[in-house]
Nanobody, 121 residues
Framework: QVQLVESGGGLVQPGGSLSVSCAAS????????MGWYRQAPGKQRESVAD???????TYADSVKGRFTISRDNAKNTVLLQMNSLRPEDTAVYYC???????????????WGQGTQVTVSS
């Protein structure tokens, strides 16, 4: 059994900064990829940023230069630092990870419960 638990988020004014973090726990053998998705009201869930076990990162065009994803492989945690936030960044942010469990034979995808980020004056 694997769990992803998010923390952080909240309310911030436009131009401000906020971070969200996620910790994976359970019967984990290896985490290939960790990342963040977001879903705004009435919109589809979209990928925000990913980080792979070797450190390679990818970002959505809308957040490049403003968001930074980082990862602690020893602690199985991922952090999304969000700067220069805009109202359009308002969404529920979900942690996602591609994990091979101790008794598994292939990677599976796991999701956190989501955390709200609201950018408003």
């Amino acid at each position: 059994q694997v769990q992803l638990v998010e923390s952080g988020g909240g309310l911030v004014q436009p131009g401000g900064s906020l971070s969200v973090s996620c910790a994976a726990s359970g019967s984990i053998f290896r985490i290939s990829r960790m990342g963040w998705y977001r879903q705004a009201p009435g919109k589809q869930r979209e990928s925000v940023a990913d980080i792979f076990s070797g450190g390679m990162t990818t970002y959505a065009d809308s957040v490049k230069g403003r968001f930074t994803i980082s990862r602690d492989n020893a602690k199985n945690t991922v952090l999304l630092q969000m700067n220069s936030l805009r109202p359009e960044d308002t969404a529920v942010y979900y942690c996602n990870a591609e994990i091979l469990t101790l008794n598994g034979y292939r990677n599976n995808y796991y999701w956190g419960q989501g955390t709200q980020v609201t950018v408003s004056s």
